[in-house]
Antibody
């Protein structure tokens, strides 16, 4: 059974840093692109970032480019999101997600973590 | 970046109704569109990928169509468990933008 467990969300001050983690089980981790999607309280979904199955390519939303870094450790079946220079508008529930296509980017997210809440506030 | 516009933003419907949600891309995305269902307090669920392919385990009352810039999600006969918010997402090019969502409410 595929399972994704997000963690690392806390309350942090503006300008601060945070690293989110996502532990994956139940599938061949290094065959799938992984991504982060966030949802501000009461708002819609916002795509944040994606990393290729081998870590060889990364992509970001304009709103986080230069501040967030996605990475993965295939030996640990884990995904990460390093978040720097945090702003109040980064406050959201952050979900990790598994791409549904093996070694593809185009087939949507078929498994999601439970979400981890990041609150940026002084 | 490609902008995704969903309409309507909300729809009131009754059990058994046919419901259609539209998603328009600001430029052509071939058939690289996914649809998700989200219920309150839950993670989204993938319904449709590649515009018209039904994700495994999703009931056949859900269907998707379209290509290029205009897409639709149709629920042929609305069931009580279908009341939720629906999102489209383009997966043609990065960033993989989502639409603003359509809330399907009970009439």
């Amino acid at each position: 059974e595929v399972q994704l467990v997000d963690s690392g969300g806390v309350v942090v001050q503006p300008g601060g840093s945070l690293r989110l983690s996502c532990a994956a089980t139940g599938f061949t981790f290094d065959d799938y692109a992984m991504q982060w999607v966030r949802q501000a309280p009461g708002k819609g979904l916002e795509w944040v970032s994606l990393i290729r199955w081998d870590g060889g390519a990364t992509y970001y939303a304009d709103s986080v480019k230069g501040r967030f870094t996605i990475s993965r450790d295939n030996s640990k079946n884990s995904l990460y999101l390093q978040m720097n220079s945090l702003r109040p508008e980064d406050t959201a529930l952050y979900y990790c997600g598994k791409d549904s296509g093996r070694r593809r980017y185009n087939y949507g997210i078929d498994y999601w973590g439970q979400g981890t809440l990041v609150t940026v506030s002084s | 970046d490609i902008q995704m516009t969903q309409s309507p933003s909300s729809v009131s419907a009754s059990v058994g109704d046919r419901v259609t949600i539209t998603c328009r891309a600001s430029q052509g995305i071939s058939n690289w569109l996914a649809w998700y269902q989200q219920k309150p307090g839950k993670a989204p669920k993938l319904l449709i990928y590649a515009a018209s392919s039904l994700q495994s385990g999703v009931p056949s009352r859900f269907s998707g169509s379209g290509s290029g810039t205009d897409f639709t999600l149709t629920i042929s006969s609305l069931q009580p468990e279908d009341f939720a918010t629906y999102y489209c997402q383009q997966t043609n090019s990065f960033p993989h933008t989502f639409g603003g969502g359509t809330e399907v409410e009970i009439k």
